[in-house]
């Protein structure tokens, strides 16, 4: 679903995200985990198109992001840390302009737009104005938008800001739904681990720009050497080995150039 070739991102001489290689599969919840600073949502922003590489390649559907930017994002959704919102619209209003920019029928808008409403439990405010929503029922909206047009890849970067355990527990079981049951890929970068740990088949560990380890929790606890640790306890002890590995790395050429 997601083909991403030797992705680079650097602003000046900082280096946010170095010649990263991955492949997420079709119909997966897929985590992406890091440390602050690590690169995530700049690798998530590049995928969704609205950062653009310094070189690589990425690939949605088999469609090329930079060149073939607008076939890659009708087939994605993407949902933000915060929730971008027009506050004069009002929900049906927001709605139906995300389902014009993704050119959907009228009818199949009017008829996607309620079953969102219904799923997010947005109906009764759907004639409300977004500026008298809370934070997590702009994020709920958002969810609904970002699923309107029933994606193909669905980015996601932390989806549980705002939310309500209530909240937490649909969006949970959401990703597994749409995965499962509807073949959706989710990609998801999250801090929250154990909802890493609930919901995703595969995890790629992001640290100082480049991918440290992926693979399911148990592959990854085969890789930290924590047979029964949990998802935090294997990543803490994986990013402090990359910690480890760069400050060596780092002293090693410091030594070279000093000789």
């Known amino acids: ?55 690589g390649q990425i690939k949605i559907h088999g469609f090329d992001v930079e060149k073939e930017s607008v076939a890659a994002k009708k087939v994605t959704g993407f949902i933000p840390d915060r929730p971008y919102v027009y506050d004069k619209l009002t929900a049906f209003e927001y709605l139906k302009f995300i389902g014009g920019l993704y050119q959907m029928p009228s009818k199949l808008v009017a008829s996607r737009m309620r079953e ?21 029922m702009k994020q709920r909206l958002v969810f609904a938008g970002s699923l309107l047009p029933n994606p193909k890849l669905l980015v996601v970067d932390e989806p549980m800001v705002g939310l309500d ?68 306890q294997v990543f803490l002890k994986l990013t402090e080995e990359s910690k480890d590995e760069r400050a060596a790395a780092v002293a090693e050429r410091f030594g070279h150039l000093s000789e």
């Open 165 to 232: 355990p209530k909240g937490h527990r649909l969006v949970k079981t959401l990703f597994r739904t749409l995965a499962d049951e509807h073949g959706m890929t989710i990609l998801l970068s999250t801090h929250t681990l154990e909802v890493a740990e609930e919901v995703c088949d595969q995890i790629a560990i992001i640290n100082h720009g480049g991918i440290i380890a992926r693979g399911s929790l148990s592959e990854l606890r085969d890789k930290s050497g924590r047979n029964e640790g949990t998802l935090e």
């Open 1 to 55: 679903m997601v083909e991403i070739t030797a992705l680079h991102k650097k602003y000046g001489d900082f280096t946010a995200v170095d010649c990263i290689d991955l492949k997420v599969p079709y119909g997966q919840v897929f985590g992406v985990l890091g440390p602050n600073g690590a690169g995530k949502t700049t690798t998530l922003r590049m995928i969704t198109g609205l950062l653009k590489p310094t070189s």
């Open 116 to 136: 969102m409403l219904e799923m997010f439990e947005l109906r009764e405010w759907g004639d409300n104005l977004i500026e008298g929503f809370s934070h997590g």
